[in-house]
């Protein structure tokens, strides 16, 4: 296996690794802007390839084995001093927000994904070691993330890695076609 820098080329893969890690909740998003089809993924694409904003290929590594793309890791400084929350953000936002601006100045571990045939190879507990390399090397003493209550596979490897359950907050569906019920926000001390 092995991580590296994601590049601008590599943006396809991030676009499905966020939407796997957050069950097409970044698609929805992508669709209410550009509509269905391949202008949302479009949009999500370009995202990724921008220099600059939390979902950016400069803020992602990726894990190869046998020199394919396998899993992903997204992730960047959460706000010192969190913003508060505009009162327009849609309401499917609003609890992810909150339970963000519950670990200020950690290191946010935005997103973790595996490609199904790879799956149950280690991929995740190296990339969450190597996520809290880069974020130690960034002067962070904490890394937070956000899990769904469904993904139990991923929240066994966050427990076992010594990532602690913070705070709880309902999903708001919407029309968005989800199974998960809460929000989870983990945290872990790497100082």
């Known amino acids: 296996m092995l991580i590296r820098d994601a ?69 960047y400084p959460a706000d010192a001093v969190p913003s508060p929350i505009d009162p327009d953000t849609p309401a499917l936002l609003v609890p992810i927000l909150q339970l963000e601006a519950l670990a200020p100045g950690s290191w946010y571990l935005n997103m973790l994904a595996t490609y199904a045939p790879f799956r149950g190879q280690g991929l995740g507990s190296a990339l969450l070691s190597h996520a809290e390399t880069v974020a130690r090397a960034a002067g962070h003493t904490s890394i937070s993330l956000l899990a769904e209550d469904s993904h139990t596979q991923a929240l066994r490897l966050y427990a076992a890695k010594g990532y602690s359950e913070v705070a709880r907050r309902p999903v708001v569906k919407e029309d968005w076609q989800v199974d998960a019920n809460e929000w989870v926000l983990f945290a872990k001390s790497i100082a």
């Open 7 to 75: 590049k601008v080329t590599d943006v396809e893969h991030l676009v499905r690794f966020i939407n796997m890690a957050a069950d097409d909740l970044p698609l929805y998003f992508w669709q209410q802007s550009e509509g269905a089809g391949e202008a949302a993924w479009a949009y999500g694409r370009a995202r990724a390839a921008r220099e600059t904003g939390g979902f950016s290929y400069r803020n992602a590594w990726l894990a190869e084995v046998d020199g394919k793309v396998a899993a992903g890791l997204l992730g």
